[in-house]
């Protein structure tokens, strides 16, 4: 299975990347673990991503890409993977697919989106900035960065679904409940009926 996963900022990404991992026995390639990975293998990316973390910029598209082709040549992301944190918009979806079809890796099976409301992210994660004192996630800044990835990251849902590859699964409920929606969703998927 070589998958994306799509999805605002505290949609789940993360939790539910993990346990698609472990289920499908692929690995699951989170960007920002991707380019820590990197700096601290000190590789030529990494070191270039590091000058820029240090200086506080953002790291350019074209590292990202990079390291994201670094870590999908590795062994492990062979028979498959689960990609969160990229592609961010479609420019870098296109990317993605030349990538896979010049290391004459198979496309992208699926898409996969966990739909939850705005409001719903603005309570998830003032409620986790409550729980961990995290300083990013004041209501103007989580406010910002849904407004950003509406922006940006959401036109990929067309993307994909131009390309019969989104599964669309409502990423509210309990965590254990979304996961056995969005697996069931990805086996109807593989059997053509999505």
């Not at 026995?25 to 990975?37: C, E």
């Not at 990609?83 to 296109?94: K, M, S």
């Not at 198979?106 to 729980?131: N, S």
Request: with cysteine; aromatic share 4%.
């Amino acid at each position: 299975m070589r998958m994306v996963l799509l999805g605002a900022p505290g949609s789940g990404k993360g939790t539910q990347g993990e346990k698609l991992a472990a289920e499908l026995a692929v690995p699951r390639i989170s960007t920002g673990d991707a380019l820590r990975a990197a700096v601290r293998s000190d590789t030529t990316l990494g070191r270039q991503a590091r000058a820029a973390m240090e200086a506080g910029d953002l790291v350019a598209d074209e590292l990202v890409v990079g390291i994201v082709e670094e870590r999908l040549a590795q062994a492990d992301a062979a028979a498959g993977f689960i990609l969160d944190g990229f592609p961010r918009n479609v420019a870098q979806a296109r990317i993605l697919d030349e990538m896979l079809a010049r290391r004459g890796m198979p496309p992208l099976d699926t898409a996969l989106h966990l739909d939850v409301p705005d409001e719903e992210i603005v309570k998830r994660l003032l409620a986790r900035a409550g729980d961990q004192g995290r300083s990013d996630d004041r209501e103007e800044v989580i406010r910002c960065r849904i407004r950003v990835y509406n922006a940006e990251t959401r036109p990929l849902l067309a993307y994909y679904q131009m390309q019969r590859k989104l599964i669309s699964v409502p990423g509210v409920g309990a965590v254990e409940d979304v996961f056995r929606f969005a697996l069931m969703a990805l086996r109807l998927s593989e059997c053509g009926f999505a």
